[in-house]
């Protein structure tokens, strides 16, 4: 069973850089997508990013001036940073694998919050 | 961006009543379309995906249809563990987007 944790501040300085590292267990990162997802307090879920297991990376629009994902195959890892953050920032941020066709969040890690506060 | 528009975006219901959430999408998105539930605390789960294909595990109560723009979400017989926030996905192209989201509560 392919497991997703997610590990990173649970507190960021407005103007200062987020950065989240997704730990995977339980099955290989080959072939798949893994992805970023995130939910602000309250509200919807709002697709970041994927990287595909070889680099190649896709990025929402409204985030990609931010945001880089990049993947550590030999750690089982892949990470988010997102830059210049602003209070609108502060969300549950989650990890999730999309399936081989890129399209579906069959996997999600349990989330971790992050506050943008001073 | 695809807009996905969820209706409602709550509603109460009853334990074996017949629940029916629609997504509408910006424009037509063929069946490329996911279903999810989020639990309280909890990550989202996928339920349905090509908009009628029920997940393994998924029980059979729920069910998914339309096509195009028009999207429904189906729970035929509501049980105290279906009591969640909905949310409908797709993935006709990039950025992948999600709609609002329903919760369906108790009566």
């Known amino acids: 069973q392919v497991q997703l944790q997610e590990s990173g501040p649970g507190v960021v300085k407005p103007s200062e850089t987020l950065s989240l590292t997704c730990t995977v267990s339980g099955g290989s990162m080959s072939s798949y997508y893994w992805s970023w997802i995130r939910q602000s307090p309250g509200k919807g879920l709002e697709w970041i990013g994927y990287i595909y297991f070889s680099g190649s990376t896709n990025y929402s629009p409204s985030l990609k001036s931010r945001v880089t994902i990049s993947v550590d195959t030999s750690q089982n890892q892949f990470s988010l940073t997102l830059t210049s953050v602003t209070t609108a920032d502060t969300a549950v941020y989650y990890c999730a694998r999309l399936g081989v066709a890129g399209e579906l969040f069959d996997y999600w890690g349990q989330g971790t919050l992050v506050t943008v506060s001073s | 961006a695809i807009q996905l528009t969820q209706s409602p975006s709550s509603l109460s219901a009853s334990v074996g009543d017949r629940v029916t959430i629609t997504c509408r999408a910006s424009q037509g998105i063929s069946s490329a379309v996911a279903w999810y539930q989020q639990r309280p605390g909890k990550p989202p789960t996928l339920l349905i995906f090509?908009?009628?294909s029920l997940e393994s595990g998924v029980p059979s109560r729920f069910r998914g249809s339309g096509s195009g723009t028009d999207f429904t979400l189906t729970i035929s017989s509501l049980q105290p563990e279906d009591f969640a926030t909905y949310y409908c996905q797709q993935f006709n192209s990039y950025p992948l987007t999600f709609g609002g989201g329903t919760k369906v509560e108790i009566k």
């Open positions: 090509d908009a009628s």
